[in-house]
């Protein structure tokens, strides 16, 4: 039995929907943020980083969103169903994606979630310095590229609908937490309607509405 140390709210949810897609039966460990949003330090009993998600399996214990997506499809998708044959440009695409959501993705998102939460964390005195500071970087620096990203994702969804080619894949379920967090952080100036409806796409499965149901609230489903 795979075990799930599922953080709410978190890029956990991949690995729930994941194991849905696969028709794996598993258990959930839950852990609530704190008051500082961040993981409880029991995680650390699992990990030493105290992240989420992991998962155990056959005694081991396997961190980081995108190495446990590729450990779970390497043993259990015998049938190669979440992801391209080897050779072909749609694997290198799937090979891609599945690294740049946590390589390329997260990086500049987790950037902007620091600077839209920084003003709240300064003492009160200093909040409207720390709002035109963050206000400033979030203008300069971290906006024009999320804008690059979120019409680089449009034009790729816009060529078959999908990320790794006109099948669904294990890169969907990688991009769909920065997709579903982006959507939710970015300014949605430009042209989007291929992104939309990717969303649409990914939320109507039924396994990625089965881990809703296992896993509990998860803030960006409605993003």
Same mark, same amino acid.
């Given at each position: 039995?795979?075990?799930?140390?599922?953080?709410?709210?978190?890029?956990? *949810?991949?690995?729930?929907?994941?194991?849905?897609?696969?028709?794996?039966?598993?258990?959930?460990?839950?852990?609530?943020?704190?008051?500082?949003?961040?993981?409880?330090?029991?995680?650390?009993?699992? *990990?030493?980083?105290?992240?989420?998600?992991?998962?155990?399996?056959? +005694?081991?214990?396997?961190?980081?969103? &995108?190495?446990?997506?590729?450990?779970?499809? +390497? %043993?259990?998708?015998?049938? *190669?169903? $979440?992801?391209?044959?080897? &050779?072909?440009?749609?694997?290198?695409?799937?090979?891609?994606?599945? *690294?740049?959501?946590?390589?390329?993705?997260?990086?500049?998102?987790?950037?902007?979630?620091?600077?839209? !939460?920084?003003?709240?964390?300064?003492?009160?005195?200093?909040?409207?310095?720390?709002?035109?500071?963050?206000?400033? =970087?979030?203008?300069?620096?971290?906006?024009?590229?999320?804008?690059?990203?979120?019409?680089?994702?449009?034009?790729?969804?816009?060529?078959?609908?999908?990320?790794?080619?006109?099948?669904?894949?294990?890169?969907?379920?990688?991009?769909?937490?920065? =997709?579903?967090?982006?959507?939710?952080?970015?300014?949605?100036?430009?042209? %989007?309607?291929? =992104?939309?409806?990717?969303?649409?796409?990914? !939320?109507?499965?039924?396994?990625?509405?089965?881990? $809703?149901?296992?896993?509990?609230?998860? %803030?960006?489903?409605?993003?």
């Amino acid at each position: 039995m795979i075990t799930v140390h599922y953080l709410e709210n978190s890029r956990a *949810h991949r690995i729930l929907w994941l194991l849905e897609e696969l028709g794996l039966d598993y258990d959930i460990k839950t852990y609530k943020r704190g008051a500082d949003m961040r993981a409880p330090t029991t995680l650390k009993a699992i *990990h030493p980083l105290g992240k989420s998600p992991v998962i155990e399996d056959k +005694g081991r214990v396997i961190a980081e969103s &995108g190495a446990i997506i590729e450990y779970l499809i +390497g %043993v259990y998708d015998k049938e *190669h169903k $979440l992801r391209p044959p080897g &050779g072909t440009d749609e694997r290198l695409r799937y090979i891609y994606w599945l *690294h740049y959501a946590e390589g390329s993705a997260m990086p500049l998102l987790l950037m902007k979630l620091v600077f839209l !939460r920084l003003p709240r964390q300064m003492p009160i005195f200093l909040r409207s310095v720390g709002k035109l500071i963050s206000d400033s =970087v979030q203008r300069k620096l971290i906006d024009p590229q999320l804008a690059d990203h979120l019409a680089y994702w449009n034009s790729e969804l816009s060529r078959d609908g999908w990320f790794a080619g006109n099948a669904f894949s294990a890169a969907d379920i990688a991009m769909s937490f920065p =997709v579903e967090a982006g959507m939710s952080r970015m300014d949605q100036t430009g042209d %989007v309607q291929a =992104v939309r409806r990717y969303l649409d796409a990914i !939320r109507s499965r039924p396994a990625y509405q089965r881990a $809703l149901t296992r896993g509990g609230a998860y %803030v960006y489903a409605e993003s």
